[in-house]
């Protein structure tokens, strides 16, 4: 069955130092979203991509945030300069044609320790 | 805006007891509701959903959730818990299309020999 796949399962970094999170979608999928959740806390909406574009974001997503398609395939998001406060788990999620209420597969998680 | 709230961020029952995980959510707009269950070291993965027309779902593992429009409510409930139901239970609302989804802080789920 095709999953949604995520490297690193486990990041750690120094602050102020750049991280990438890189996945793979599901292969036919057209929309991917990024979502983090702080330890103890809810799971929360970062940015979804469509069509080589930001489609939307949250007030999370600030400029330290990027993501990209680099190709057919991976979907990252980047954090240019890390804060301790970034310490979360990172998911991928993928989604195919935009439906009501289309279901949205989740990848294992990249968890991002910041020291 | 929408938001979720799951009461008792964690419930404990013997195994073949009933399993409640309370879901009450706030959307302007009509919701499209889900659930899903993360397994230690796993993704998110859906167990039922809430688009249009019946309201009681059936899911995987033999779950189940209604809608109640009037109580805004999405409960989920299994009639037998089994020791493989222990998870990180995840309530969530989205507007529908591919707007993000909108969760609740999760209930665990322990399920007592």
């Known amino acids: 069955e095709p999953e949604v796949t995520q490297t690193p399962s486990h990041q750690v970094t120094q602050m102020g130092q750049e991280v990438i999170l890189r996945c793979v979608p599901i292969s036919n999928h057209l929309y991917f979203y990024w979502y983090r959740q702080i330890l103890g806390q809810k799971v929360e909406f970062l940015v979804s991509?469509?069509?080589?574009?930001?489609?939307?974001k949250s007030e999370i997503f600030d400029d330290q945030f990027s993501v990209e398609r680099p190709d057919g395939s991976n979907f990252t998001l980047k954090i240019r300069s890390t804060k301790l406060e970034d310490s979360a788990m990172y998911f991928c999620?993928?989604?195919?044609?935009?439906?009501?209420?289309?279901?949205?597969?989740f990848g294992p998680g990249t968890r991002l320790t910041v020291l | 805006a929408q938001s979720v709230t799951q009461l008792g961020s964690h419930v404990s029952v013997s195994e073949g007891a009933l399993v409640l995980l309370r879901c009450n959510y706030s959307?302007?707009?009509?919701?499209?509701l889900f659930w899903y269950v993360q397994y230690p070291n796993q993704g998110l993965q859906l167990l039922l959903k809430?688009?249009?027309?019946?309201?009681l779902v059936k899911g995987i593992n033999g779950f189940e959730a209604e809608f109640k429009k009037s109580e805004t409510s999405f409960h989920l409930t299994k009639p037998s818990a089994h020791m493989s139901d222990a998870a990180e239970y995840f309530c969530?609302?989205?507007?529908?299309?591919?707007?993000?989804?909108?969760f609740g802080k999760g209930t665990r789920l322990s399920v007592i020999a």
């Open positions: 991509f469509y069509n080589n574009e930001i489609s939307e």
């Open positions: 809430y688009t249009t027309g019946a309201t």
């Open positions: 969530a609302v989205t507007k529908g299309g591919n707007t993000p989804l909108v």
């Open positions: 959307s302007s707009v009509p919701p499209y």
């Open positions: 999620a993928s989604s195919a044609l935009a439906s009501a209420g289309n279901e949205q597969f």
